[in-house]
């Protein structure tokens, strides 16, 4: 059976990550079970470029064929931010970040106030020095208040259109049903599939 590397330390991720891609051919290997070294500094300019960083710097020192994955939150009265910087977006945890988001949102209207959830996922293979690379994204609005006490990131305050419900508020089986990483990632479960299961 072929490894694979899960590539993030993000524990909210990694749930999210081994739920969406379920039973598959593979050994599953985390950031914990290899010597992958430092932590891959995002320097892209898109969740794309951040994903096959990573995956190709932690496949290349490992030897392991590795998927990462980059994502984040778009918010179009915002002009797109916080975007790739996301995840560094107001120091401290999560809750910091999503405070500082609500408060350059006070003046903003109900119905201007949607946004939307990326996620580029890349997998890299270093026998053969391929990638391939997909993509998925989930819409809602910005709440005014935090709602849920589930989730991470931003899910207290993403309120999901197809779910009626923030992030928060649903279980991980439901979020990866519409959620960005979901979609991306079993778009990732064919392509790990048809493409790299077969390589020993």
Not at 50 to 77: F, M, P
Request: proline share 3%; with cysteine.
């Amino acid at each position: 059976m072929r490894e694979l590397l899960i590539a993030t330390r993000n524990r909210g991720k990694l749930r999210e990550m081994l739920d969406a891609l379920g039973e598959i051919p593979f050994a599953i290997l985390t950031l914990a079970d290899v010597a992958a070294g430092a932590d891959v500094e995002e320097t892209g300019t898109t969740f794309e470029e951040n994903a096959v960083l990573k995956a190709r710097t932690y496949g290349t020192r490992t030897g392991k064929l590795t998927l990462a994955e980059d994502s984040g939150l778009q918010v179009e009265a915002l002009g797109g931010k916080p975007g790739v910087l996301s995840a560094r977006y107001a120091e401290g945890n999560d809750e910091a970040r999503y405070r500082k988001l609500l408060r350059e949102m006070e003046d903003v209207p109900d119905k201007k106030r949607t946004a939307r959830f990326v996620a580029a996922v890349a997998m890299y293979d270093p026998a053969t020095d391929g990638i391939r690379t997909c993509e998925g994204s989930y819409g809602g609005r910005i709440t005014r208040e935090p709602r849920g006490s589930g989730g991470f990131g931003y899910d207290p305050v993403f309120f999901s259109d197809e779910l009626q419900k923030t992030g928060a508020e649903i279980s991980v089986e439901e979020k990866n049903s519409v959620s960005h990483r979901g979609r991306a990632l079993a778009k990732a479960r064919t392509i790990l599939l048809s493409e790299f299961s077969g390589f020993q």
